[in-house]
């Protein structure tokens, strides 16, 4: 943890000023310590602010990321994938980032978060699950890099103290999706920007085995799901790659096989194939939530929040760009 980092830090449901207490360092970063605020107290571990127990409805994300902490970032893939994702969703020139501080909401292993810092950006990182250590492990070097275990629904952040939100990949995950939207706008100062993206809802979402599958796989023990995707996804791949091969129908169906493919999507290797494969077939069974939206939804959503200059987009997944007025 950066020292500078508690200035901003704010008491979860008070909203109260923290003091720092240090009792270990780590270089120039505060490795173990404490954040109070009267009697109560919130720990740093392992270089980490903690407002949140891992133990939560997110802790399949601390496993898949902390199992692949670096497959989707750019500097190990050597592909632009997230950098590519990022500046498509934000629809923003890629010098508007420099000197800006942004809040990533649900930052997993730190994807989305090396893209800001390359761009020049300040960036606190928060997540619910344990996929922060994930984050702050890679990512530690840049000295513009915060990461923050702690809730959604209760950011420890004084409202309107960044200049960007973001949550890619992330809000339909949460329980209350709507509330998930309204507590990450809150967090953007006045004339603060707000990029959010979902899975969008649609007939199509119902040819996709994953929602047919995840009443079952979401009741399997996390461990017990990855090793059963790990060992039946070269297989899957394969009977994918010779089903996408039939003419004209092949894409079409492909899609209804329960491995995620990325052979022609993306610049993938053989070996990336199949991490990628494992990774994000994880991701569709896995987590305990997972609730797609509307265009409609999300404009709604943003016009009720109070937001101006709204966009709806799809680059990638359904996207919502908007800003705050003043």
């Not at 980032?97 to 960036?123: I, K, N, P, Q």
């Not at 059963?228 to 092949?250: K, Y």
């Not at 305990?288 to 509307?294: E, G, K, S």
Request: aromatic share 10%; net charge neutral.
């Amino acid at each position: 943890m950066r020292e500078a980092l508690a200035s901003i830090l704010r008491a979860p449901g008070t909203g109260a000023p923290l003091s720092l207490e240090v009792t270990a360092r780590d270089g120039d970063d505060v490795s173990e310590g404490a954040l109070r605020s009267g009697a109560e107290s919130w720990p740093v571990v392992r270089g980490v602010p903690r407002f949140v127990s891992s133990d939560n409805y997110a802790q399949t994300f601390g496993f898949q990321w902390n199992r692949f902490p670096g497959t989707q970032l750019d500097s190990v893939s050597g592909m632009t994938v997230s950098r590519d994702r990022f500046l498509a969703q934000w629809a923003m020139p890629p010098e508007w980032f420099a000197g800006r501080r942004l809040l990533d909401v649900g930052c997993g292993a730190g994807r989305f978060a090396e893209v800001a810092l390359s761009l020049g950006a300040e960036v606190v990182a928060v997540d619910l699950s344990a996929a922060v250590d994930a984050c702050w492990q890679s990512l530690r070097a840049h000295p513009r890099l915060h990461v923050v275990q702690a809730s959604v629904y209760d950011l420890p952040f004084a409202p309107g103290s960044f200049d960007g939100v973001y949550s890619f990949g992330v809000i339909q995950h949460t329980p209350d999706v709507p509330r998930t939207f309204r507590a990450i706008v809150e967090m953007a100062r006045p004339g603060g920007e707000v990029a959010v993206d979902v899975y969008k809802s649609d007939w199509k979402s119902w040819l996709h085995p994953k929602p047919w599958l995840r009443p079952v796989t979401t009741r399997v023990p996390a461990d017990v799901l990855f090793s059963l995707i790990e060992r039946t996804a070269p297989a899957l791949l394969a009977v994918s790659r010779v089903v996408g091969r039939v003419p004209v129908a092949g894409r079409a169906l492909r899609r209804a096989i329960p491995v995620a493919d990325y052979e022609g999507v993306l610049p993938v290797d053989d070996r990336q194939r199949l991490e990628w494969a494992v990774l994000d077939t994880f991701d569709w069974l896995s987590p305990r939530y997972d609730q797609p939206q509307t265009r409609e939804t999300l404009r709604r959503w943003a016009e009720d929040a109070g937001l101006v200059d709204i966009q709806t987009l799809h680059p990638a997944h359904l996207t919502l760009r908007a800003r705050r007025p003043g």
